[in-house]
Each structure stands twice: as C-alpha cells, then as structure tokens.
Nanobody
Framework: QVQLVESGGGLVQAGDSLRLSCVASGRAFSNCDIGWFRQAPGKEREFVAA????????YYADSVKGRFTISRDNAKNTVYLQMNSLKPEDTAVYYC??????????????????WGQGTQVTVSS
C-alpha cells in the first residue's frame, strides 16, 4: 500500500512558478514509478510527467516539456513537480500517482495503482 498526499498548489499569475510536492507513506514508495496528472473542469484527467523508481528516467507531456521538471528524493519519500512559466491553460487539480509495476514509464491512468487527493493550481492571465 502507498498513501500519497499532494501539496504546494495555489493561485499564481501567468509566468510565475510553483513547486508541487507528493509525499508518500508506505515502504513500497522507493519501488514505485510516480506520475503527475492533472484534471481541469469538464475535461478528462491528463498525463503531465512521470519519473522512474530510481529517478534515472523521466517522461513529459509535450504541453509541459521544457517548463516542468519532475524529481524525487527517496530518502524523504517525496516527488516534486517544479512548474515554471505557468500558463492559464495549466489551471487544474494536480494529482500524483504510484505505479507498482516498475518498467516503461507510462502516461496511461490505468497503469497507476494508488492516487492522491489532488492539489489545486490556478493560473490567472
């Protein structure tokens, strides 16, 4: 079992930065690939970024590549999402999720076994 809690969301202006954190409990965390997803009102949940269990591999959606950076600190059971140059279209609830099946990083929500409750990010123009 892995429990995930996101934090760091808020209201910012276009061009600003935010860093989201995903803190996990449970001994399996260091064996999990972790993904960040987001869901805007009236839209489906979409993939943002993922990081392998060791931190050696990352994968980004085209819409955030070059602006967002995913990282992890297994000693702190934490995964981060650094978001720079934020745009109004980045407004959404952001979720982290854990994939127990270490392997190819995936953007599919169905591959992830555990989810956090989400943190709201609002970017004003």
């Amino acid at each position: 079992q892995v429990q995930l809690v996101e934090s760091g969301g808020g209201l910012v202006q276009a061009g600003d930065s935010l860093r989201l954190s995903c803190v996990a409990s449970g001994r399996a965390f260091s064996n999990c690939d972790i993904g960040w997803f987001r869901q805007a009102p009236g839209k489906e949940r979409e993939f943002v970024a993922a990081i392998s269990w060791s931190g050696s591999r990352t994968y980004y959606a085209d819409s955030v590549k070059g602006r967002f950076t995913i990282s992890r600190d297994n000693a702190k059971n934490t995964v981060y999402l650094q978001m720079n140059s934020l745009k109004p279209e980045d407004t959404a609830v952001y979720y982290c999720a854990a994939d127990l099946n270490r392997g190819l990083l995936t953007s599919s929500t169905r591959a992830y076994d555990f989810w956090g409750q989400g943190t709201q990010v609002t970017v004003s123009s």
